[in-house]
C-alpha cells in the first residue's frame, strides 16, 4: 500500500493552517481543534478506523470535546508519517455513482509510533484521561487460534512480550502493561473497545487479554477479569488508497492529502453498553447502543464477509480484479445472491431485521462501481477470516443435516487460491500468516486435489478438528476443488449457481 505518492508543490498540504482555504464545498472540522483534548487511545490506526470510528468521533466533539483521539500503529510508521505534518489531517472521500465527496476529519490529535515511542504511548494509555482504548488491529493482532479463539502462546510476538513485558510489541501485549501501570497507580481500567471482525469481538478480546494478563502474573490476571470488554459491530467498505486517489482528492480539496481514505456512503456501528469508565454519547452520531451485539455480529460477518471472502476467491481465481466486476458476471451474483438467501439467512436469528432488505443493501454496496474494491486485498489473511466468516455457518448447517453447496465453494476457492498460482500459470501474491506453510502444502500436493484438500484441511487453527472428518464437508469441498482446477473458477461458479 503505497502511502506517499508524488507531492504536487503547486498545492499546498493539508494542515490546520489551510482548513480555511480548502476548495469551496468540503467540509471541515466544526469545533475548535485546540479545545479537544484526549480521552481515547485507539491501537491500529489504519484505513478502516479512519474512515469508521474516526468519522464518529469527529461528529461529537462539537458537543463533547473530551474525547479526542490519540493513534498508534504497532507495526509500521506510515501512518504517522502522513498525518503528522498535516496535523492529524485527513480527508475521507466517499464515493458514489454521483461522484467523490471530500471531508476532513480533524478527530485525531496525534499519531504514535509504538516501536520508537513505546514508552510514551504507555504512559498515555496509562493516564487517567483516557477512558477507552480501542482497537482495530485485524484478525491477527489478537496473537490467537482462529478456529478456537484462544492465545497463541506459541505466537513469536506472545513469546517476545512474555519475556519483556515492559516493552511488549503485540495488541495483547500493550493493553496488560498499560492495565498493570494503571493498576498500581490506583487508576481505574480503561475500557477496551474491540472494532475488529471477529466473533464476539469483546469476549475474545477478554479471553485473549486476560489469559495473557494472567501469565504475566495470576493477581493481574485476575485484576483484569473485571476490565470491561464490550464488543461492537463495524461495517463500512474502505479499499486500499491509490496514486490516482490522491490525486482526484488534491484535485477535489485545493491541497495535498498524503493518505486520503476512500469509502463509501454506507456505515453502520453496533455497540455493547457497557463503558464503565464513561463513553461519549455515540448514539447521537448515528451509533446504536445495544444490550446485546452478537446476533448483528453474526450477521455481517456471515453475509457480508462471507459474501466478500467468496467472491475474493472465486473472483479473483476467474480474472475479476475488482468486486464491483464480479457483480457484473450474473453467474457471481446468482452464486452470492444464493449464498446469502438459501445458506446463511436461514442460521441468523435476528427477530424485527428484515435479513431480505438488509441482503439486497449489501448486493448493491457491492455493486458500487466507484469503489474499486480489490478481490486481492478481501483475499489477504483468510486463514484468519474463514472460520467466522464461512465454517460457522458450515458448522451450524451440518449440525442441522442442511446442505451447503455454495459455502462448500467459498472454502474451495480459498485452497486453490492459496497454492499461489493461477488459472493461467501466473503467481498470485498470497498474503496470509500461514502463507509459507499452505505454499509447502501445494507444493507437497502437486497436481492433486485431494491431496491439496487433505494437507489444508488438517490446519486446525483454521478448521478445528471437526471438519477434516466430516463427510458431507469433505465430499462438497473436494468436489469443487476438483471442478476448480479442471474447469476453471468461472465455469464452476456458473455450475454450483444454478
Ligand atoms: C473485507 C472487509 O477485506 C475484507 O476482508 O471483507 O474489510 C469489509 O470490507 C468490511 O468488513 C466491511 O465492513
Redesign the pocket.
Known sequence: MATTGEIDVTKPRLSQSVLANLAGGTRVPAYDRTKVTPGIVHLGIGAFHRAHMAVYVDDLLAADPGWGIIGASLRRPDTKEALEPQDGLYTIAVRDAAGTHPRVIGSILEVMDANSEREALLALMADPAIRIVSLTVTEKGYCHDPATGELDRNHPDIVHDLAHPTAPKSAPGMLVEALARRRAAGVMPFTVMSCD?LPSNGETAKRIVTRFAALRDPDLGRWVEGVAFPSTM?????PSTTDADRAEVAGLIGAEDAWPIMTEPFTQWVIEDRFPAGRPAFETVGAQLVRDVEPFEHMKLRM??GA??TMAYAGYLGGYDYIAEVMGDPAYVKLIHGLMTEEVMPTLDMPGVDLGAYRDQLLERFRNPALRHRTW??AMDGSQ?LPQRLLGTIRDRLRAGQGIERLALGVAAWMRYVTGVDEKGGEIDVRDPLALRMHAIAADAGDDPAALFEGLVALSEVFGTDLAGHAAFREAVLRHLESLFDEGARATVAKVAG
Open positions: 471482525n463495524v461495517d463500512r467498505i474502505v457480508l464477509n466478500h471472502s486485498q478481501i477470516k
